[in-house]
């Protein structure tokens, strides 16, 4: 089946096609037939498709909406040339969504119907940056390609829906939570959910016994504890700004800071989490980038000491999170690296782990040297009591193969 994997931020549609079943996912034969961006929608929207054996498009258009992104992204992948990845409409035979926010609602994917629209809207109040564009991208596809193809939404936060109340509560009033739903919610659940897949599949463990302690490390940040296969915590909340340092947001702080900084800056409370979200993290402390890879090259090139200390505070507070996880599911397997830092970043990645061979983390400095780019296994000693792994995410691949099991009525819990 070939399954349309759309992710649709503010001005940007991601977009893959998969083709998946289940017998290609139990032997993991699922192909990837193209992919691609349109960023910039709204103006001159920049776009960047690609498919095997089609030769790339690199183009600017005029691009209105993300309706017109997603027929721009259709009328490409059945183009009249050769090459194009499909044959026609009619082989986009499912549609999966990526969706930022399920609040309370949405513990596991779904088949999207009105109800579950109108569920996604309700949160849009959760989510005010993310659900809307979501929305959109679903509206738009809908549209496009009629209700007869069958449309699915992929969760981000659904995967934390198992964290125990006493995980999830912040300890203010309880009246706020029962109020307000304010709670911690976590997202990159998508990716914990495949990385904790992956993991079972290439070390042969069952569900059940698998307890890690994973680290998304991409521009947004977070951790994980997996305990017998389910989330059990995670280091963002309400929203992704909690935990982690992150490319621009700041993670755990006093919340006493805001109004001090405020009433000192002269600015408003919107003012100070537009600074948390946007102007902090890795980008405040260097005051040079948010990007890892700029960071790292300014540490060692010109010995900046603003960038030294960025991914010294960064790497710090990973490694506090590893053992407070650690403590909370009472020692596990393995840490998990997944995302753009901790797929290729070895040294952010020694950096983290530096100090953790008491407890039986091992680093293997060769294997975790060599552990970039794509590849994925261990990056720890043979036989260490707590192993390391590098694990590639493939949030689009986990999107696809839930919107083929839902198609065909099939449990998308595994
Ligand atoms: P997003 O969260 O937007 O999906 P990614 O997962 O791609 O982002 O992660 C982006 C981060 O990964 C950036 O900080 C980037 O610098 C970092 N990164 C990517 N490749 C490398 C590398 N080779 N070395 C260090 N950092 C890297």
């Not at 309400?238 to 900084?261: H, K, N």
């Amino acid at each position: 089946m070939n399954v349309l994997v759309l992710n649709a931020g503010s001005s940007s549609l991601k977009f893959q096609v998969v083709a998946t079943d289940p017998e290609r996912i139990a032997e993991d034969r699922d192909e990837r037939l193209a992919g691609g961006i349109v960023d910039r929608i709204g103006g001159e929207a920049i776009i960047s498709f690609a498919a095997r054996g089609a030769a790339p498009l690199h183009t600017t258009a005029p691009i209105r909406n993300h309706r017109a992104a997603v027929e721009a992204v259709l009328r490409w992948l059945v183009g009249s040339d050769s090459g194009a990845p499909l044959g026609s409409l009619a082989e986009v035979e499912a549609v999966g969504h990526r969706v930022v926010h399920g609040g309370e609602r949405f513990t596991r994917s779904v088949l999207i119907d009105e109800e579950v629209l109108r569920g996604i809207q309700d949160t849009i109040e959760l989510a005010p940056l993310h659900n809307p564009h979501n929305l959109k991208g679903i509206r738009a596809a809908m549209d496009v390609l009629g209700p007869a193809v069958p449309q699915a939404a992929v969760f981000d936060t659904a995967f934390h829906h198992t964290l125990p109340d006493y995980a999830y509560l912040y300890a203010i009033p309880y009246s706020i939570y029962r109020r307000h739903r304010v709670r911690r919610y976590g997202f990159h659940g998508t990716s914990y959910r495949y990385v904790a897949y992956r993991y079972r599949k290439l070390t042969g463990t069952p569900r059940e016994a698998t307890r890690l302690v994973a680290l998304h490390l991409g521009n947004g940040c977070s951790a994980c504890a997996i305990a017998a296969g389910d989330s059990v915590d995670t280091s963002m909340g309400f929203t992704p700004l909690e935990g982690l340092v992150m490319g621009t947001r700041s993670g755990d702080l006093d919340p006493a800071i805001l109004d001090y900084v405020a009433a000192k800056e002269g600015l408003t409370l919107h003012e100070m989490e537009t600074m948390l979200n946007k102007q902090s993290g890795l980008l405040g402390i260097s005051g040079l980038t948010n990007d890892m890879r700029e960071l790292l090259a300014e540490a060692q090139e010109h010995d900046d000491r603003r960038a030294r200390l960025a991914v010294d505070i960064f790497a710090y507070r990973a490694r506090k999170y590893i053992g407070a996880y650690l403590a909370a599911i009472g020692g596990a397997d393995a840490v998990v690296f997944t995302g753009g830092i901790g797929e290729n970043a070895a040294g952010v990645r020694a950096r983290i782990l530096d100090g953790l061979a008491w407890m039986g983390l091992e680093l293997d400095p060769q294997a975790n040297a060599e552990m970039v780019g794509g590849r994925e296994g261990p990056i720890t000693r043979d036989g260490a009591r707590l192993a390391a792994w590098v694990i590639p995410t493939d949030e689009e691949l986990l999107i696809a193969r839930d919107t083929v099991r839902l198609v065909l009525g099939l449990d998308t819990r595994y």
